[in-house]
C-alpha cells in the first residue's frame, strides 16, 4: 500500500471503518501518515468542535492555544506507531470554576500526561506482568512495542491494589528473604492460584492479626510450622487447618531419605565368602597389591609420557627429524629418540614401570610381616618404617597397603628389582 493510500484509509473520509479497524483514533482526523525509519508516523487532530471542562464538566468551543503531542501506538503491521496529535486548550467558560484554561482529551486515544495510548499500555502491562522487567522489555521489543526496563515495571506499580474480599480457601508458607537468617511469610488464594499478601516474618501473632483484619476464610492450607498452626487457631478459630499436599509428600520422602541412609548397613548384602584356595589367594592379593603400586607410583609419570609421547608423535608425522623435534620441546635427545622410536604409549610406560626401583622396596618385608601379625594402622606401620630410614611420603605407603586390607591378609613381598 502506497503513503497516498495509507493517508487515505486513516483520513476521516471512512469514519465506520476507523472505527471498526482503529476505534481509538474514531474521534480523530488523521491527516496524514507516512513510514520512516522502519515506523509509522500518524498525523491527526480531534474530531469533535468543543470539549468538556475536567473540573465542572462544562463545554467550550473558545480556543487558548494548540500544541502536539507525541503518543506511542501499539504496533501496525510490525512497525511500531508513534502519532502526532494536535491538542487544543480551551477557555472554561464557568466564571466560578478554579479551573482558568484545559486541554481536551480523546476517549480511548488520550490521557493526562500519558505518552502511550491506552491499547499500547494495556498490551505492555500485560507483558510486564508475565514477565517484569528485563524479559519483558525484550519480548516487547520483538513485537514492535519499545518500551524500558523500568518504565515496564512502573506500569505494574501504577495498577491500583486489589480490593480486599475474604478468601475462603487461604495458603499460607513461608519464603527467605535471606536464607538462614531473615523470613516471611506468602498467602495465597488456593482457589485461584494468586497471591494474597505478603507478611514480614512467620510469627503466629503476625499471622493472627492478619486473619483477624480480614474474616471470611473457611479453610487453612499450611505446611507443618508450629508458629502457623498457633496463628491460624487465634485468628480465625473456626476455619479448618489441612496440610497441603506438597509438603504432605515432602515430608514424608524427607524422612524415608533419612531412616534408608540411618539403616543402610542393614539393607547391605552380605558379601560372598571366597573359597579357600591359598595359592589363589596370593596370586590375587600380589596382583592386586602391584596394580596399587602401579596407580600410586605411575600416575603423574604416566600421565606426563603419554603427554610428551604424542606430541613427538604429532611432530614426526609433520615430516620432523629428532633433531628439530629436540631443538622444539626442549628435551633430552636420548628422550625424544625413544618416544620417536616407540610403537605406543603401552610400551614407553611398561618400561617405565618394570624397570624403576621404589623408596619402599627395602620396606615391603616389613610392612608385610607386620600386616600379617595384626597391625593395620597404616600411621603406626607409616612412623615404624620412618624410624628404620624410609623418605617418603604417608600417601604412597596407605596406597601400598589399600589391597591388603580390601582382601585381609599380606602376600610375601616380591623381591626388590636389581638394577642389574
Not at 476505534?23 to 482526523?29: D, E, K, M, S, V
Not at 524427607?254 to 591359598?278: G, L, S, Y
Not at 605406543?344 to 601379625?373: C, F, I, M, T
Amino acid at each position: 500500500m502506497s503513503l497516498s493510500q495509507v493517508s487515505s484509509c486513516l483520513s476521516g473520509s471512512h469514519d465506520h471503518g476507523l472505527g471498526v479497524l482503529l476505534p481509538h483514533l474514531a474521534g480523530t482526523i488523521v491527516e496524514r501518515a507516512e513510514v520512516a525509519a522502519r515506523r509509522l508516523y500518524v498525523w491527526a487532530r480531534a474530531r469533535a468542535e468543543q470539549a468538556a471542562c475536567p473540573a465542572c464538566g462544562r463545554f467550550s468551543v473558545r480556543v487558548h492555544s494548540r500544541y502536539q503531542r507525541r503518543l506511542a501506538d501499539a504496533a501496525i503491521g510490525g512497525r511500531p506507531v508513534l502519532i502526532r496529535l494536535t491538542v487544543r486548550r480551551f477557555f472554561c467558560p464557568a466564571p466560578d470554576c478554579p479551573v482558568t484554561t484545559f486541554a481536551e482529551q480523546v476517549q480511548g486515544l488520550t490521557v493526562r500526561y500519558a505518552r502511550r495510548t491506552p491499547p499500547l499500555a494495556q498490551m505492555l502491562t500485560a507483558v510486564a506482568l508475565a514477565l517484569a522487567g528485563r524479559a519483558g522489555a525484550r519480548l516487547a521489543a520483538l513485537l514492535g512495542l519499545p518500551a524500558g526496563r523500568t518504565g515496564m515495571l512502573r506500569l505494574i506499580m501504577a495498577l491500583p491494589d486489589p480490593q480486599d474480599r475474604p478468601v475462603p480457601v487461604l495458603g499460607v508458607d513461608d519464603f527467605a528473604f535471606r536464607r538462614g537468617h531473615t523470613y516471611g511469610t506468602l498467602l495465597i488464594n488456593i482457589d485461584t492460584g494468586k497471591p494474597v499478601d505478603m507478611l514480614p516474618d512467620r510469627e503466629a501473632d503476625t499471622l493472627a492479626g492478619w486473619l483477624r483484619a480480614h474474616p471470611g476464610t473457611e479453610v487453612i492450607c499450611r505446611d507443618r510450622a508450629g508458629a502457623f498452626a498457633d496463628g491460624a487457631r487465634t485468628g480465625a478459630p473456626a476455619a479448618i487447618q489441612v496440610a497441603d499436599r506438597w509438603h504432605l509428600w515432602h515430608n514424608l520422602a524427607e524422612h524415608a531419605e533419612k531412616t534408608v541412609a540411618r539403616h543402610r548397613e542393614c539393607i547391605r548384602e552380605p558379601d560372598p565368602e571366597p573359597e579357600q584356595d591359598p595359592a589363589g589367594d596370593a596370586e590375587a592379593l600380589l596382583a592386586l597389591q602391584q596394580a596399587a603400586a602401579r596407580r600410586a607410583d605411575d600416575s603423574a609419570l604416566a600421565r606426563r609420557t603419554r603427554e610428551r609421547w604424542e606430541l613427538v608423535q604429532a611432530l614426526r608425522a609433520q615430516g620432523k627429524g629428532i633433531k628439530p623435534i629436540t631443538r622444539e620441546t626442549g628435551l633430552a635427545k636420548g628422550t625424544v629418540r625413544r618416544f620417536y622410536r616407540a610403537v605406543s604409549v603401552d610400551e614407553l610406560l611398561a618400561s617405565a614401570r618394570d624397570g624403576r626401583p621404589s623408596q619402599l622396596d627395602d620396606y615391603k618385608e616389613h610392612l608385610h610381616q607386620r600386616w600379617n601379625q595384626g597391625c593395620t594402622s597404616v600411621r603406626q606401620l607409616h612412623a615404624e618404617i620412618r624410624q628404620r630410614g624410609y623418605p617418603g611420603s604417608y600417601s604412597t605407603v596407605r596406597d601400598y597397603l589399600q589391597p591388603f586390607r580390601e582382601l585381609g591378609a599380606a602376600p610375601p613381598a616380591a623381591p626388590a628389582p636389581s638394577p642389574f
